[in-house]
């Protein structure tokens, strides 16, 4: 059996050959083993480290920042740096799209697809919450993806409807149109509104033409064809849409139809002109153009009929 040995007041364990530190629990005693000098050096280091990092950068948290550090370095100044080496890549690219006419853009294929990334960067931030990430649209929203146009989808269609928008105050270029609301304000009685439902329907052959389809046929002639075309057709100087097919803005149901004839709808749109900047609202109507429903040219309206009304 061995036994401790006391050197200079420390109590040395005779297994080992190390000092004690004095702590014991449950018979169980802690060496003072000293530490890997390879971890102390390591530690050392650390420590020369974090004040050489403390003095030549950002570190000491202060009132209102932080110690600016002797180098003048910040995230802040290395993101500007970027945003500006970013921004100077781009001018080239967005001051050749703004010389350039929005018709002959596609004749630079190069130059096309700069404007529609472009464009898709500004939809995802400024429009996506109103026509959906996949500009599907929603009810009182236009499915972007679509050939059905309220007011045209040719290239500079598109670039004006964006530049002035739907009904927007303070903008007199603005889109505007105007259905009346003819069950609330006793344009026609509640059967002629049912009536003209039944005759909406069958044109968009969601119902067959029975005798109240009929009866709104002639209701339809006097009082909606002037804006909607004879035969429901729709007529985009006016902004007013088809009725002959499948699509609709808020709803092609009964119900949706009877509230639309009744009380009328008059969706808003911002005007772009102020908000972005010419170039970023061209490449918007380039990239909205190339979803799938663009158009050539524009689609000239139809001529009123003879004696309608203006």
């Known amino acids: 059996m061995t036994h ?3 050197h200079h007041g420390k109590v040395i364990d005779a297994a080992t050959g190390t000092a004690k530190v004095g702590h014991e629990w449950d018979g169980i005693e802690e060496l003072d083993t000293p530490l890997p000098r390879w971890w102390l050096w390591t530690f050392y280091a650390s420590i020369v480290f974090a004040l050489v990092y403390v003095v030549l950068y950002p570190a000491i948290p202060m009132l209102h920042s932080a110690s600016k550090g002797t180098l003048g370095w910040s995230s802040r100044g290395l993101l500007a740096e970027d945003m500006a080496h970013q921004k100077a890549e781009h001018k080239a690219v967005q001051d ?22 472009g464009g898709h960067a500004a939809f995802k931030v400024n429009c996506v919450q109103c026509h959906g990430s996949g500009a599907a649209g929603a009810k009182g929203y236009p499915n972007l993806n679509d050939d059905d146009w309220l007011w ?15 009904r927007h105050p303070g903008d007199d270029a603005t889109r505007t149109s105007l259905m009346p609301s003819f069950g609330r304000d006793g344009i026609l009685k509640a059967s002629e509104v049912q009536d003209v439902v039944s005759h909406v329907r069958a044109l968009s052959k969601q119902e067959p033409a029975g005798a109240a389809a009929r009866r709104g046929a002639q209701i339809f ?18 902004g007013a849409p088809k009725l002959s097919d499948k699509i ?28 972005l900047d010419a170039v970023t609202i061209k490449m918007l109507a380039v990239y909205v153009h190339s979803l799938g429903g663009g158009e050539a040219a524009p ?12």
């Open 4 to 6: 401790d040995n006391t």
């Open 96 to 117: 050749a799209i703004a010389a350039t006419p929005i018709t002959a853009l596609a004749a630079n294929p190069a130059l096309q697809r700069a404007a529609i990334e």
């Open 152 to 166: 045209g989808g040719d290239l500079e269609t598109i670039q004006q409807t964006l530049v002035h928008g739907i």
């Open 221 to 238: 002639a006097n009082n909606c064809a002037v804006c909607h075309g004879a035969a429901g057709e729709g007529n985009r100087g006016l």
């Open 248 to 275: 609709w803005l808020y709803g092609g149901d009964r119900a949706a139809l009877t509230e639309t004839v009744t009380n009328a709808h008059a969706g808003v749109m911002p005007a772009w002109n102020g908000r």
């Open 299 to 310: 689609v000239a309206a139809p001529a009123p009929e003879a004696g309608a009304a203006q």
